[in-house]
């Protein structure tokens, strides 16, 4: 049944999977760092574009199909199977956005998700109608669920991951061809028998859609993900922009002057109500402000409440608007501080900032390499990640590693 696929309406299929798991892993990625009600709009509309994506690229491919002339489209069936698509990828969505994730969670939610895709495919099938009756490969129909689970263990592991431009876009390039392949093993173990005797018609009961209009439904949700895809690409507006340049300025400045760094400014009032406030205490008679003592633990906001962290266990924070995310070696979790508080709280012999939106544990640099006209780190830990280095920073920076003697 694979033979006689019209190959520009399999093109777009694969397209629209790509986009819709862009879209949908895009706001998905975002879920961690936004409590409250905020939290639970990202994660309907996470489930609303992965769902539209999967169900819309299933029926792309149907109308690309070689399908007898005279099909309907049965609309209960049709329903049910997107209801069923959007139901399992928001509960495995769910599941895995509250509290730490274990493998075992996301290896049960990708399960979940996969037999999930497979039953809206084969339910939407079920909703053909015409002089005709389906018949299936066992093999095949077993071969697709397991190419679905895949590739909803793959979306899943990106949504944990990350969020930076080149895995998201790889991942969901991964997750959009992984979805159309379960769709096309399964029609590839699909067979359309038509029914005997030349007047002998399958009668169609219940409310049924033609091609045409089905084409219109495809269309107008392709445009939805289209729109939805290009909105995730717009910036977010930086908001607080004097917050912003203050904490620029924090950082492309020499930290010679401990002085200078540890003077505190009312912009970090808005850290939130775990961060505590900052006191500087004359230094004798020197009228020096002095650096209140380093904390030995950040806290770290989850679905669940806040925890913490011990700061040996931190490699590095990176700004996220007017919050941080810290990265403990094995993943990034939210910070209430922003990064101008979280710089001013953690031991400066220990972390450094090596960027306007990056402060690095000294003693977790594994390696260091010139790129550009800046650097950047690598963070030991079980899952090492990368982070630049501005080019003001580079000289303090070999100065901490030992790779330079520090300015007089």
Known sequence: ????????????????????????????????GTPGVSHRVLLAGAAGFLAVGIWTMHFIGMLAAPIPADTVYLVLPTIISFLICALVVGISLFF???GEPSLRRVISSAILLGVGIASMHYVGMHGLSGNF?????????????????????????????????????????????????M?????FGGHFVPLSGEGHHHGVSGLAASQ???????????????????????????????RDSAGETGALAPETDAAAVDVVSPQR?????????????????????QRPAPVARLPLEGADGTHFIDT???????????????????????????????????DPSLFVRVHRSHIVAIPHVSFVRKEGDGAVIELDGPSPHRVPVSRA???????????ARPHA
């Open 212 to 242: 045409q209009i089905l084409s219109i439904v495809v269309a107008v949700l392709c445009f939805v993900i289209a729109a939805g895809f290009l909105l995730s690409l717009v910036p977010e507006p930086r908001r607080r922009g004097a």
């Open 133 to 181: 009756t389906m018949e299936h490969d066992d093999s095949m129909v077993l071969l697709s669920v397991l190419v679905a689970i895949v590739a909803a263990y793959g979306g899943l592991r990106a949504f944990l991951a990350r969020q930076d431009g080149i895995r998201l876009i790889a991942s969901s390039i991964a997750f959009g061809v992984a979805v159309s392949g």
């Open 269 to 289: 009032d808005h850290a939130g109500p775990a961060a505590p406030r900052i006191v500087s205490a004359p230094l004798g008679g020197l009228g020096q402000p």
């Open 1 to 32: 049944m694979f033979e006689g696929h019209d190959p520009y309406l399999v093109a777009l299929s694969v397209v629209i999977a790509i986009l819709g798991g862009y879209t949908g892993f895009g706001l998905a990625a975002r879920i961690r």
């Open 96 to 98: 895995v956005s509250i």
């Open 183 to 187: 769709h096309y093993t399964a029609m």
């Open 312 to 346: 040996a266990n931190v490699r590095s924070v990176r700004a996220d608007a007017h919050y941080t995310r810290v990265h403990d070696g094995t993943r990034e979790r939210m910070c209430p501080w922003s990064i101008s508080e979280a710089e001013a709280q953690l």
């Open 393 to 403: 920073k580079i000289a303090e920076l070999k100065a901490r590693l030992g790779l």
